[in-house]
C-alpha cells in the first residue's frame, strides 16, 4: 500500500523542496586529520549494522497499543472527552499518538539524512566528511527502520509537525557550513534522543524498544560528532557570530517545545484547536515531557561555547536552565550500553532456545529407538 494511503490528512504535494544555498568544498589534504574525529569515523564503519536483519520483525505489536501507554499520560484523560470515549475509542487514540510520535521521528531521519549529506558537501575538513558520510548511510537506515514501523505494525501516518519543518527548512536554507551541524546534530538529534530515550526506557513492548535502543546507540555517535567539530570552530567566532547562532538555537527550541503538543492527534478526535491547545497545556505529563526533552540540547549548546546571557535568559524562561550541568558523556555511554545489553540478553535467550530445541530432538531420536 502508498504511504500517501496511510496519511491521516494526505499531504498537499508529494515531496517538499528546499533550495540549497552555500558551497561544495573540496580539500586536497588527504593524510592529516583531526585524532578524535577519525576514531569516530572508524567506530561509525565498525557500528553499521542491518535493521532487517538486527531487529526482530517477526515480534507482534498491537497497534491500539503499540507502547504500552498507561492512560494516564493520555491528554485527553481526565477531561470531559475521556469520559465519553469507548475503549474501542481509547484504543484508537493511542495507535494515533504513536502514529504522531513515530511519524515525526521518521520525518526528522529523513531530515538528518539530508543534513548529513550537507555537511559532507559543505564542511571544509575532509576528516569531517568521512564521518558524516557514515552518519548519512545511519540516518538512512533509521528512516528505512520508523517507516517500516509505521506501514506494517501500525498502519498509520502523520504529516510533518509544521514546527519541526520551520526548523529543517532554515536549517538547510543557510549557507553557512556550520548550520547544518548546529540544527541537526544538536537541536533535532539532541530533541530525538531525548524523546527515544523516554520511550525506550518506559516502553514494555519488545519490538519498539529494540528500534530505539539500537537508533540510540547510532545517535549518540552523531551527537559527539557536533559536538566535537562545533567546539573547535566556535572556539574561533568573534562575538557577533556566537550571538548570531544562540538566537538560531533560541528561536530553534521554541519552536521545539511548541510542537511537543501533539494538537494535530486531538484535531482527528474532533477537538477544536484552541481546546487542544489549551489541553496540552494543562497536562502535567506534558510538562515533564517536554522539559525532559531538553536534557541532550541544553549541556551540549553549552558544552559547544554558546552560553550567552540572552540564551541563559531563554532557558530560564523554558524551566531547563538546571539541565546545563547534565553529564552528556555518561548519557551518551548508556544508550551505548543499553543497546549492547539488549543484543546479549535477545542473543543468549535465542541460544537457550536452540540449546533446547537440540536436546528435544535428541530425547525424540533416542525415544523412537
Known amino acids: 500500500m502508498s504511504t500517501r494511503d496511510l496519511y491521516t490528512t494526505a499531504p498537499s504535494a508529494p515531496g517538499w523542496q528546499v533550495p540549497a544555498t552555500g558551497a561544495a568544498r573540496f580539500s586536497w589534504e588527504y593524510e592529516e586529520g583531526r585524532e578524535r574525529l577519525l576514531a569516530l569515523y572508524q567506530k561509525g564503519k565498525d557500528k553499521q549494522w542491518d535493521g532487517a536483519t538486527r531487529i526482530d520483525w517477526d515480534l507482534d505489536v498491537d497497534p491500539y497499543d503499540p507502547l504500552g501507554t498507561p492512560d494516564e499520560v493520555l491528554t485527553l484523560h481526565g477531561t470531559r472527552h475521556w469520559a465519553k470515549m469507548t475503549e474501542k475509542d481509547k484504543g484508537d487514540l493511542r495507535r494515533h499518538y504513536a502514529s504522531w510520535q513515530f511519524s515525526q521521528f521518521l520525518h526528522g531521519e529523513q531530515g538528518a539524512m539530508i543534513c548529513a549529506a550537507r555537511i559532507v558537501e559543505s564542511v571544509p575538513d575532509l576528516d569531517a566528511k568521512f564521518y558524516s558520510a557514515t552518519q548519512t548511510m545511519d540516518e538512512a537506515r533509521h528512516a528505512e527502520i520508523y517507516g517500516r514501523f509505521l506501514h506494517d505494525k501500525i498502519g498509520m501516518l502523520y504529516p510533518i509537525n509544521d514546527n519541526l519543518r520551520s526548523l529543517l527548512d532554515d536549517t538547510l536554507r543557510d549557507s553557512r557550513w556550520d548550520m547544518p551541524y548546529l540544527g541537526m546534530q544538536v537541536l533535532i538529534e539532541g530533541l530525538a534522543l531525548a524523546a527515544f530515550g523516554m520511550i525506550r526506557d518506559t516502553t514494555d513492548k519488545p519490538l519498539p524498544k ?60 474532533g477537538i477544536p484547536r484552541k481546546e487542544a491547545e489549551e489541553l496540552t497545556e494543562q497536562s502535567e505529563f506534558l510538562h515533564l515531557f517536554r522539559k525532559l526533552l531538553f536534557s541532550r ?23 531547563v536552565f538546571d539541565l546545563g550541568d547534565s553529564n552528556l558523556d555518561l548519557l551518551m555511554t548508556q544508550d551505548e550500553e543499553i543497546a549492547e ?24 531420536g533416542a525415544a523412537e529407538a
Open 341 to 364: 545489553r539488549l543484543d546479549a540478553e535477545r542473543f543468549a535467550k535465542e541460544e537457550r532456545a536452540r540449546v533446547t530445541e537440540v536436546a528435544d530432538a535428541i530425547a525424540a
Open 210 to 269: 529494540q528500534i530505539l535502543a539500537y537508533v540510540m546507540q547510532d545517535e549518540a555517535r552523531h551527537v559527539a560528532f557536533g559536538r566535537m567539530a562545533l567546539r573547535d570552530y566556535y572556539k574561533q567566532l568573534s562575538d557577533a557570530e556566537l550571538r548570531e547562532r544562540e538566537e538560531f538555537v533560541i528561536e530553534g527550541c521554541y519552536l521545539m517545545r511548541d510542537r511537543l503538543r501533539g494538537v494535530e492527534v486531538l484535531d482527528n478526535f
Open 297 to 319: 540540547i541544553v549541556p551540549c549548546v553549552k558544552d559547544i561555547g554558546l552560553w550567552g546571557e540572552r540564551l541563559q535568559k531563554a532557558y530560564l524562561d523554558m524551566g
